[in-house]
């Protein structure tokens, strides 16, 4: 494992070696506390319990269902609802001020969950866009009357350039550099709250926040500010749940949970990031405005560090990354502190203790990661033809002779201190070849697929792909120019569903006519069958892939490939672990994709399906290129078996 | 075969369940004290999963045996094995990089009775008297041969009675996996078993006494000398 | 000249010296169990409240106070071990020990609130503040302390580190994990040491800090980034590059609190640690981190 002082390195998945490894617990020994069995117990049972939940909601009559699923209906509902309340409560009510209070903290929650849970990006800045909110309106708001639907918009701007100021640093950041960089970001926003204090009142404050719907005009209600308060709470909350299905929040997703996976399907980590800090924290800043002027009077003390850790709380407890669990989390964080108010010092204990505990029992929070969403799974690729199937093996066709090759590695070296991986190595690849690419562990297949995708870049030589030089560029634009592969061990998204991973797969499609992304969807379509998935199905489609064998997984690694519409493939021991028949179907998907004029490498330890399915063989020994020829030879060659099944001197 | 003897490495019905993945499928093995053992198999057969579960990296199936001397290994956690005296050399050598070679056979002596480590330590470098150029040098320096030994070392400084070695050939070229071969033979002779887990059939036909072919979690083959039809059984356990 | 050394170098060397403190009891921690211990500043304060409340409010002897506050501190540090780290050890993402030892600090604060009503309080029973003329310079008897310590305590850890067997078990296992444990170093074991040697340097931090400073529960934020941004300087998990990132941060935020105002210090420390992790990531003694085959 590496070892690494470098906070700055983003936490990517595990280390790209050449052997497949399976999950290997540290020493064997649990770690965790003595009540580690029950409350991982504790745990299970309450997934049980939510799932049992879900099942029993599934149950219901099917328009039910559709109407508490739609986020627009049951929304709408709590929202008409909090208005009559507000309407015939009594202006003092504290009850409708708590109500107030969890719906601004709800928006806040809702803000930071998508940095933070979405993306994954562990912020303790939240706190700095909600300060600069809450005085933002402040002081536009009591000093100069500024009228609400002019100070909202304010907020929301102050808040998004704060977030890209945040958030590009944040890009580069691994999990820890971010939290003390947010960290700080907090403190700073702190002092200079003090600093300005002609502008801010420095510790006394500000006072007399009061929302105004035109400039110079009278008070609005209490009952208006509430109105105000849950409306833009309901748009927030769709905002957020729209966020989180579309193709933005998956790839947000995708990029927190396996960050190469997804470089590899040309998602780009840095640009998530950005995005999702510059949308969070305006949100948060809205937060911050309408606490201002449900508070009238704001100082220095009603913005602290604390708030961010808050927040954090928040969204972990209620579920990071869900759609529902940042309301939860607030309703319940405000709720029962406010109940336990009249014992002192507890409601800070129960913080302190919610927040180690839950990572030691229920690390997903309450509503876990929330459900899939519904997404269009082909995207804009259209839908896959009923009775289309793969060719079969002897089908015709083959590398589309004369054309030139679209994949050059030229005198490609790599090292890793002082082991040299490859050294000069040459390679290339035509259109509708398959390739076969062959030798021992340790020999640099993996590491070549690696330099030529991206993963890292080569110490020597270059790498062309369709003319363009390519050495030294960025994993997801490489994919994004029509190069996919797949990883030994598949790099999917495990809180994502099968319909979720297509619809990212098809939203990043290279550039190709319209009968190639036919030919995709029905070659992915039809792979996905074959591995027992049938994607007509909806309830297929909503399966997250944890509870897919390791073969779907690798069907459905190699169905994303193809809803790229590749012009090269690149594909990492793809046959490990399957049975004859998946390893049959695996062929003919190959076999058609060189059809259809993809270039095809293929790493493979099972020389029967080498010598069945590929043009050419090319064979690696120590990081050099040992032997070239057509799969016929492969036998005979001394090379081969010196290097392939050992040798004695 | 000699009455049941308590010394070495027992194993009985291995299992080991990656979820729904059954990677080891009821293994039964014996290293005897001066015996290699050879394990040879398909990338995915179960080698490696064999041997982190005899160390104890991860956890096996209720019913296994696993036991060294007359002592079970079941409940022993994986660094109580190394100081039991079962060595581990790791795929990928694993060496303690910003430490001198020195130091990393030093620290794996901890793992010895204290009266025996200078003892054992001296033993390490009569076996890779190579170790002894390097000795100020930062393991992290060596090439990936040099660090396979300073690996191997270590394990042999922790004055083993069974030493498990994980693929010790990868990425080697010949001449040094000739080297390892040599090794093994040698920590043979001064009576310590040694189990041998290998991807290259002729690497570990020569350097083991007994060899066990892997395929899909189970012994499909059983070997010792010469067995001419090895070859054909362990391509066709390859190629499925 | 005369000046600038007593006005900036001799408090950012006292300064100084408790930033550096800090990242070193950060960088104990963080090389052998990959957790950054959010709650190590409070964990500072442990001490001198203790101190208060047993001579204080329990009207113990004062020499008796001090143990049964080392006895405090090294209990809360290993409960908190045991129960929001180990579980952590080495942990591929940093989500759960960042947001676990959060909680612990938030605990701990509280906690340390309660004693006086979260009130600051002067601290008379350690070494003395009042100036002395050293050199021609003025400071004070707990400064000087202050800096011996730092200077005393990474001296020691580096001879702990490179001759002892059990600073090559420490090292071994922060290099390594999975090859430690099949030597047979004992991970949990450890975890344990490290996470009692961070607090024995917590301990002497907040005792030889509080003579200088009122004493209160929450100063831990601050300090813990001060802390942070001073070890990140050095090289997280480096101890001398612990020692020299606390010297530029004490010497450092102590000319811009002087030459710029008060309130712009968090501003430069938190512009320095961008810059730095732009520039050089890996700290000025770290080593860049290698993409291991």
Same mark, same amino acid.
């Given at each position: 494992?590496?070892?690494?002082?470098?906070?700055?390195?983003?936490?990517?998945?595990?280390?790209?070696?050449?052997?497949?490894?399976?999950?290997?617990?540290?020493?064997?020994?649990?770690?965790?506390?003595?009540?580690?069995?029950?409350?991982?117990?504790?745990?299970?049972?309450?997934?049980?319990?939510?799932?049992?939940?879900? &099942?029993?909601?599934?149950?219901?009559?099917?328009?039910?269902?559709?109407?508490?699923?739609?986020?627009?209906?049951?929304?709408?509902? @709590?929202?008409?609802?909090?208005?009559?309340?507000?309407?015939?409560?009594?202006?003092?009510?504290?009850?409708?001020?708590?109500?107030q209070?969890?719906?601004i903290?709800?928006?806040?929650?809702?803000?930071?969950?998508?940095?933070?849970?979405?993306?994954?990006?562990?912020?303790?800045?939240?706190?700095?866009?909600? &300060?600069?909110?809450v005085?933002?309106t402040a002081?536009?708001a009591s000093?100069?009357?500024?009228?609400v639907?002019?100070t909202l918009?304010?907020?929301?701007?102050?808040?998004? &350039?704060?977030?890209?100021?945040?958030?590009?640093?944040?890009?580069?950041?691994?999990?820890?550099?971010?939290?003390?960089?947010?960290?700080?970001?907090?403190?700073?926003?702190?002092?200079?709250?003090?600093?300005?204090?002609?502008?801010?009142?420095?510790?006394?404050?500000?006072?007399?926040i009061v929302m105004r719907?035109?400039?110079?005009?009278?008070v609005a209600?209490a009952?208006a500010l509430a109105?105000v308060i849950?409306?833009v709470?309901?748009?927030?909350?769709?905002?957020?749940?729209?966020?989180?299905?579309?193709?933005?929040?998956?790839?947000?997703?995708?990029?927190?949970?396996?960050?190469?996976?997804?470089?590899?399907?040309?998602?780009?980590?840095?640009? @998530?990031?950005?995005?999702?800090?510059?949308?969070?924290?305006?949100?948060?800043?809205?937060?911050g405005a309408l606490f201002g002027y449900l508070s009238f009077?704001i100082?220095?003390?009603?913005?602290?560090?604390?708030?961010?850790?808050?927040?954090?709380?928040?969204?972990?407890?209620?579920?990071?990354?869900?759609?529902?669990?940042?309301?939860?989390?607030?309703?319940?964080?405000?709720?029962?502190?406010?109940?336990?108010?009249?014992?002192?010092?507890?409601?800070?204990?129960?913080?302190?203790?919610?927040?180690?505990?839950?990572?030691?029992?229920?690390?997903?929070?309450?509503?876990?990661?929330?459900?899939?969403?519904?997404?269009?799974?082909?995207?804009?690729?259209?839908?896959?033809?009923?009775?289309?199937?793969?060719?079969?093996?002897?089908?015709?066709?083959?590398?589309?002779?004369?054309?030139?090759?679209?994949?050059?590695?030229?005198?490609?070296?790599?090292?890793?201190?002082?082991?040299?991986?490859?050294?000069?190595?040459?390679? !290339?690849?035509?259109?509708?070849?398959?390739?076969?690419?062959?030798?021992?562990?340790?020999?640099?297949?993996?590491?070549?697929?690696?330099?030529?995708?991206?993963?890292?870049?080569?110490?020597?030589?270059?790498?062309?792909?369709?003319?363009?030089?390519?050495?030294?560029?960025?994993?997801?634009?490489?994919?994004?120019?029509?190069?996919?592969?797949?990883?030994?061990?598949?790099?999917?998204?495990?809180?994502?569903?099968?319909?979720?991973?297509?619809?990212?797969?098809?939203?990043?499609?290279?550039?190709?006519?319209?009968?190639?992304?036919?030919?995709?969807?029905?070659?992915?379509?039809?792979?996905?069958?074959?591995?027992?998935?049938?994607?007509? !199905?909806?309830?297929?489609?909503?399966?997250?892939?944890?509870?897919?064998?390791?073969? !779907?997984?690798?069907?459905?690694? @190699?169905?994303?490939?193809?809803?790229?519409?590749?012009?090269?493939?690149?594909?990492?021991?793809?046959?490990?672990?399957?049975?004859?028949?998946?390893?049959?179907?695996?062929?003919?998907?190959?076999?058609?994709?060189?059809?259809?004029?993809?270039?095809? @490498?293929?790493?493979?330890?099972?020389?029967?399906?080498?010598?069945?399915?590929?043009?050419?063989?090319?064979?690696?020994?120590?990081?050099?290129?040992?032997?070239?020829?057509?799969?016929?030879?492969?036998?005979?060659?001394?090379?081969?078996?010196?290097?392939?099944?050992?040798?004695?001197? | 075969?000699?009455?049941?003897?308590?010394?070495?490495?027992?194993?009985?019905?291995?299992?080991?369940?990656?979820?729904?993945?059954?990677?080891?499928?009821?293994?039964?093995?014996?290293?005897?004290?001066?015996?290699?053992?050879?394990?040879?198999?398909?990338?995915?057969?179960?080698?490696?999963?064999?041997?982190?579960?005899?160390?104890?990296?991860?956890?096996?199936?209720?019913?296994?045996?696993?036991?060294?001397?007359?002592?079970?290994?079941?409940?022993?956690?994986?660094?109580?094995?190394?100081?039991?005296?079962?060595?581990?050399?790791?795929?990928?050598?694993?060496?303690?990089?910003?430490?001198?070679?020195?130091?990393?056979?030093?620290?794996?002596?901890?793992?010895?009775?204290?009266?025996?480590?200078?003892?054992?330590?001296?033993?390490?470098?009569?076996?890779?008297?190579?170790?002894?150029?390097?000795?100020?040098?930062?393991?992290?320096?060596?090439?990936?041969?040099?660090?396979?030994?300073?690996?191997?070392?270590?394990?042999?400084?922790?004055?083993?009675?069974?030493?498990?070695?994980?693929?010790?050939?990868?990425?080697?070229?010949?001449?040094?996996?000739?080297?390892?071969?040599?090794?093994?033979?040698?920590?043979?002779?001064?009576?310590?078993?040694?189990?041998?887990?290998?991807?290259?059939?002729?690497?570990?036909?020569?350097?083991?006494?007994?060899?066990?072919?892997?395929?899909?979690?189970?012994?499909?083959?059983?070997?010792?000398?010469?067995?001419?039809?090895?070859?054909?059984?362990?391509?066709?356990?390859?190629?499925? | 000249?005369?000046?600038?050394?007593?006005?900036?170098?001799?408090?950012?060397?006292?300064?100084?010296?408790?930033?550096?403190?800090?990242?070193?009891?950060?960088?104990?921690?963080?090389?052998?169990?990959?957790?950054?211990?959010?709650?190590?500043?409070?964990?500072?304060?442990?001490?001198?409240?203790?101190?208060?409340?047993?001579?204080?409010?329990?009207?113990?002897?004062?020499?008796?106070?001090?143990?049964?506050?080392?006895?405090?501190?090294?209990?809360?540090?290993?409960?908190?071990?045991?129960?929001?780290?180990?579980?952590?050890?080495?942990?591929?993402?940093?989500?759960?020990?960042?947001?676990?030892?959060?909680?612990?600090?938030?605990?701990?604060?509280?906690?340390?609130?309660?004693?006086?009503?979260?009130?600051?309080?002067?601290?008379?029973?350690?070494?003395?503040?009042?100036?002395?003329?050293?050199?021609?310079?003025?400071?004070?008897?707990?400064?000087?302390?202050?800096?011996?310590?730092?200077?005393?305590?990474?001296?020691?850890?580096?001879?702990?580190?490179?001759?002892?067997?059990?600073?090559?078990?420490? %090292?071994?296992?922060?290099?390594?994990?999975?090859?430690?444990?099949?030597?047979?170093?004992?991970?949990?074991?450890?975890?344990?040491?490290?996470?009692?040697?961070?607090?024995?340097?917590?301990?002497?931090?907040?005792?030889?800090?509080?003579?200088?400073?009122?004493?209160?529960?929450?100063?831990?934020?601050?300090?813990?980034?001060?802390?942070?941004?001073?070890?990140?300087?050095?090289?997280?998990?480096?101890?001398?590059?612990?020692?020299?990132?606390?010297?530029?941060?004490?010497?450092?935020?102590?000319? %811009?609190?002087?030459?710029?105002?008060?309130?712009?210090?968090?501003?430069?420390?938190?512009?320095?640690?961008?810059?730095?992790?732009?520039?050089?990531?890996?700290?000025?003694?770290?080593?860049?981190?290698?993409?291991?085959?």
């Amino acid at each position: 494992m590496p070892t690494s002082s470098d906070p700055t390195r983003p936490q990517d998945g595990p280390e790209l070696v050449d052997v497949a490894r399976g999950p290997i617990a540290l020493d064997g020994h649990d770690h965790r506390l003595p009540g580690a069995a029950a409350a991982r117990e504790i745990g299970h049972r309450l997934g049980q319990a939510r799932a049992a939940g879900r &099942a029993q909601v599934d149950r219901l009559p099917d328009w039910l269902t559709r109407a508490a699923g739609n986020p627009l209906i049951h929304a709408s509902l @709590v929202l008409v609802v909090l208005v009559l309340w507000t309407l015939t409560a009594s202006s003092n009510s504290y009850n409708l001020y708590l109500a107030q209070l969890a719906c601004i903290y709800a928006i806040a929650a809702l803000g930071l969950n998508i940095p933070g849970g979405l993306g994954g990006a562990l912020s303790l800045g939240h706190g700095a866009s909600y &300060a600069l909110g809450v005085y933002s309106t402040a002081i536009l708001a009591s000093h100069h009357g500024w009228p609400v639907w002019a100070t909202l918009p304010v907020a929301l701007a102050v808040g998004f &350039a704060a977030g890209l100021l945040m958030g590009a640093p944040a890009g580069r950041l691994g999990a820890i550099a971010l939290a003390m960089v947010s960290l700080g970001a907090v403190l700073v926003v702190g002092d200079m709250i003090l600093q300005f204090d002609k502008l801010t009142g420095g510790t006394s404050g500000i006072v007399n926040i009061v929302m105004r719907f035109s400039w110079g005009d009278g008070v609005a209600s209490a009952s208006a500010l509430a109105i105000v308060i849950f409306a833009v709470g309901w748009a927030t909350y769709l905002l957020h749940w729209w966020y989180r299905s579309s193709a933005r929040g998956l790839a947000a997703i995708a990029s927190r949970d396996e960050t190469i996976g997804a470089a590899a399907s040309g998602i780009s980590t840095y640009r @998530v990031r950005m995005e999702t800090f510059a949308i969070g924290s305006a949100i948060g800043a809205l937060a911050g405005a309408l606490f201002g002027y449900l508070s009238f009077v704001i100082t220095p003390a009603s913005v602290s560090p604390a708030l961010s850790i808050l927040f954090l709380v928040m969204v972990v407890f209620g579920g990071a990354g869900s759609r529902l669990g940042p309301v939860v989390g607030a309703l319940v964080l405000t709720l029962v502190p406010s109940w336990l108010a009249s014992l002192p010092h507890v409601n800070t204990f129960v913080y302190g203790g919610l927040l180690v505990l839950m990572m030691l029992v229920l690390p997903r929070g309450i509503m876990g990661g929330g459900r899939p969403s519904r997404p269009r799974p082909f995207g804009e690729l259209g839908t896959p033809r009923p009775n289309s199937a793969l060719p079969d093996l002897d089908a015709g066709g083959g590398p589309t002779a004369g054309a030139d090759p679209v994949l050059v590695l030229k005198g490609v070296s790599r090292s890793f201190g002082e082991v040299k991986a490859l050294e000069g190595v040459d390679f !290339q690849i035509r259109p509708g070849e398959v390739v076969g690419l062959v030798g021992p562990n340790g020999s640099g297949k993996t590491t070549l697929l690696n330099v030529a995708s991206g993963m890292y870049p080569a110490s020597g030589g270059s790498v062309r792909l369709g003319g363009h030089d390519i050495t030294r560029t960025a994993p997801h634009r490489i994919a994004g120019q029509g190069l996919a592969r797949t990883f030994q061990t598949p790099k999917t998204f495990p809180t994502l569903s099968i319909g979720e991973h297509l619809a990212i797969a098809s939203s990043e499609v290279a550039q190709s006519s319209d009968e190639r992304r036919q030919e995709a969807v029905d070659t992915a379509a039809a792979l996905l069958r074959m591995g027992g998935l049938d994607i007509d !199905q909806p309830a297929t489609l909503e399966r997250p892939v944890g509870t897919l064998a390791q073969g !779907q997984l690798r069907f459905l690694e @190699v169905a994303m490939s193809v809803l790229h519409v590749p012009r090269v493939l690149l594909l990492d021991e793809p046959a490990a672990g399957l049975s004859a028949g998946e390893m049959e179907a695996l062929e003919r998907a190959a076999k058609a994709l060189a059809q259809q004029g993809t270039a095809v @490498v293929i790493v493979e330890h099972h020389l029967d399906l080498i010598r069945r399915l590929v043009d050419r063989v090319v064979v690696l020994h120590l990081g050099t290129l040992l032997w070239e020829g057509p799969p016929e030879d492969l036998d005979q060659a001394e090379a081969v078996r010196v290097a392939y099944l050992g040798i004695q001197q | 075969m000699p009455a049941t003897t308590t010394s070495g490495l027992r194993v009985r019905d291995l299992h080991v369940n990656y979820g729904a993945v059954h990677a080891v499928a009821g293994v039964s093995l014996s290293v005897e004290p001066g015996r290699c053992v050879g394990l040879v198999g398909a990338n995915g057969a179960g080698k490696s999963s064999t041997l982190h579960a005899i160390g104890g990296l991860i956890p096996c199936g209720r019913g296994s045996v696993i036991a060294l001397g007359d002592r079970s290994l079941q409940r022993v956690t994986a660094p109580q094995r190394a100081r039991l005296r079962l060595g581990h050399v790791l795929e990928g050598r694993h060496v303690f990089s910003d430490l001198s070679v020195a130091q990393n056979l030093h620290v794996g002596a901890l793992a010895a009775a204290r009266p025996r480590r200078a003892a054992a330590v001296a033993k390490a470098l009569e076996v890779l008297p190579e170790l002894h150029d390097v000795l100020k040098r930062p393991a992290g320096t060596l090439s990936g041969g040099q660090q396979q030994m300073v690996a191997i070392g270590r394990a042999l400084a922790g004055d083993p009675e069974v030493l498990m070695l994980d693929e010790p050939t990868n990425g080697l070229a010949p001449i040094l996996v000739d080297r390892v071969i040599h090794i093994v033979r040698e920590v043979c002779a001064q009576g310590i078993g040694v189990l041998l887990v290998e991807q290259r059939l002729e690497v570990a036909q020569a350097a083991a006494d007994e060899l066990h072919v892997l395929q899909h979690g189970r012994i499909v083959h059983t070997t010792t000398g010469d067995d001419p039809g090895l070859a054909a059984i362990v391509h066709a356990a390859y190629l499925n | 000249m005369h000046r600038f050394l007593e006005d900036v170098i001799v408090p950012g060397l006292s300064s100084g010296a408790l930033y550096a403190l800090i990242a070193i009891g950060f960088a104990l921690l963080f090389r052998v169990t990959g957790v950054l211990n959010f709650a190590h500043g409070n964990l500072v304060m442990v001490a001198p409240i203790g101190v208060l409340v047993f001579h204080e409010k329990w009207g113990l002897p004062v020499v008796l106070a001090y143990v049964l506050a080392v006895v405090a501190t090294l209990t809360l540090a290993l409960v908190q071990e045991r129960i929001a780290i180990r579980p952590f050890l080495k942990a591929g993402s940093a989500l759960p020990w960042i947001v676990s030892t959060l909680g612990c600090s938030v605990i701990l604060a509280e906690l340390l609130a309660i004693p006086f009503h979260g009130e600051s309080r002067s601290f008379a029973y350690g070494l003395s503040a009042r100036p002395i003329h050293v050199l021609g310079l003025t400071t004070t008897p707990a400064d000087v302390a202050l800096i011996s310590a730092a200077l005393v305590v990474a001296a020691l850890l580096g001879l702990l580190q490179s001759r002892t067997d059990l600073g090559l078990r420490l %090292a071994a296992v922060s290099q390594d994990l999975l090859g430690a444990t099949a030597i047979g170093i004992r991970s949990d074991r450890m975890s344990q040491i490290a996470a009692g040697a961070a607090a024995v340097v917590a301990m002497i931090t907040g005792l030889l800090v509080a003579p200088s400073q009122l004493v209160s529960s929450d100063l831990g934020l601050s300090y813990l980034f001060y802390g942070f941004v001073a070890a990140s300087l050095g090289g997280l998990g480096s101890v001398p590059g612990a020692l020299l990132g606390g010297m530029v941060i004490g010497i450092g935020s102590q000319a %811009a609190g002087v030459y710029i105002g008060s309130l712009f210090v968090n501003m430069t420390l938190f512009g320095g640690l961008l810059v730095l992790y732009l520039l050089r990531p890996h700290g000025l003694l770290g080593r860049p981190a290698l993409r291991a085959v």
